[in-house]
């Protein structure tokens, strides 16, 4: 009897065993991954913030000694409260960090939170009011035409319609120069840049020279970019339409050195000119010739070649053309 009965109960015993195992163990699931799965970018890291100051010399720009730190102007001009258009004079000492307490938030990461906001719901636009609209008797309107003419309140919303349309605010041409008297500017040539482009970070991208690379980009660099090869003499072309907002041999390694801003966010740089053909605050176009290839600051001649995002060293290759 008592063997019958544990016959009988041995497989409920084992299945009330598989239920417990079951309920103690942990099944972990991976998330899916593809193009309907949400994908967070890595911010890059920017180059460290000197700290200490700096004394401004004659001939300086406020985007020279940004562009000597590793910084970006725009943090350079808040630390100091210096305003567009960024003038200083030569004895001025700048902070190169934020006061104590102040938080060094990048343009960058900034720009990317602002874009992370959710864009607000425009309120619906009000209809319009035409007010004194001449009646076809009174004003017939022109032949083959059948739309009325608006004036008054409809006629002074027009200018806001244009004014939204409108292309945004050139770059600013003031570059103030510390100890030198501001001077006219010649307008920019008009160049059209030969060969491929390349649009990138809101910019069209074109060579600044004909040569063969003999340096690729390496981060960490005491002067990082490309090298381009040359000749003596060799025109160094604008890579983009910008503003030319230093020229001049004050910066160590770089000989004769042009920097051009294309955006708030976009600088490039040519260096170890023999020549340099354009002044600050000249406005260039791309194609432009605004150097002559040459080897000061360099055992060799060659072109110097830097592009900065946010006063960060980028490798050019990513936004000039395929050659």
């Not at 009330?16 to 991976?30: I, M």
Request: aromatic fraction near 4%.
């Amino acid at each position: 009897m008592l063997a019958r009965m544990n016959r009988l109960l041995a497989p409920l015993l084992l299945v009330a065993a598989l239920l417990v195992l079951s309920a103690c163990s942990t099944v972990v699931v991976e998330p899916a991954t593809g193009q309907g799965g949400s994908h967070i970018q890595p911010v890059a890291a920017r180059t460290p913030i000197p700290g200490g100051s700096y004394e401004v010399a004659k001939g300086d720009t406020l985007y020279s000694i940004a562009f000597r730190k590793g910084v970006d102007f725009r943090d350079l001009a808040k630390w100091n409260g210096v305003a567009a258009p960024y003038t200083i004079w030569p004895g001025q000492r700048l902070r190169l960090s934020p006061a104590a307490g102040g938080a060094p938030v990048s343009h960058a990461v900034a720009a990317t939170a602002e874009r992370a906001k959710p864009a607000p719901v425009p309120a619906a636009p009000a209809a319009p009011v035409f007010e004194n609209v001449p009646t076809p008797a009174s004003t017939p309107p022109p032949s083959g035409s059948h739309v009325p003419v608006a004036t008054g309140s409809a006629a002074a919303a027009a200018p806001a319609s244009v004014a939204a349309s409108a292309p945004a605010t050139p770059l600013s041409t003031e570059v103030p120069v510390a100890g030198e008297p501001r001077m006219a500017v010649p307008p920019p040539a008009p160049v059209v840049a030969g060969g491929s482009s390349r649009a990138s970070g809101g910019v069209t991208w074109h060579w600044p020279a004909d040569g063969q690379i003999i340096k690729r980009f390496t981060p960490g660099d005491a002067v990082p970019g490309i090298e381009i090869a040359g000749k003596a003499g060799d025109p160094v072309r604008a890579a983009a339409d910008g503003v030319v907002v230093y020229s001049g041999n004050g910066l160590v390694g770089y000989g004769e050195l042009v920097i051009i801003k294309h955006s708030d966010s976009l600088l490039s740089a040519y260096g170890h000119n023999s020549k340099r053909l354009v002044k600050e605050g000249q406005r260039v176009s791309a194609g432009q010739e605004i150097a002559e290839m040459g080897s000061s600051g360099s055992s060799r001649v060659e072109l110097g070649f830097q592009i900065r995002k946010d006063g960060n060293p980028v490798d050019p290759m990513n936004y000039l053309p395929a050659k």
